[in-house]
């Protein structure tokens, strides 16, 4: 008998920043997109532990992204 085990990362949009800025990579004016992403620990392809949860703002325009706590993307999207 065998088991299959593996590692996979989903992606998801959280949604938008409602306030307009300015990307310092691009310089259009953007609303932030905020990405959360999963990595889960899988039993035969079918996810079953998450290992770690990430949070992310990036430039849809230029896809500069960068990396922020769950409490900021709460705050960001208003959902505290």
Known sequence: MFFIFGIRTDTAAAGFYKREGICPACRNTINLKIT?????????????????????????????????????????LGKN
């Open 36 to 76: 959360r992403t999963v990595t889960w620990l899988t039993f035969f392809f079918f996810p079953v532990i998450p290992l770690s949860v990430a949070y992310y703002k990036a430039c849809p325009h230029c896809a500069l992204f960068a990396r922020i706590t769950r409490r900021e993307a709460k705050q960001l």
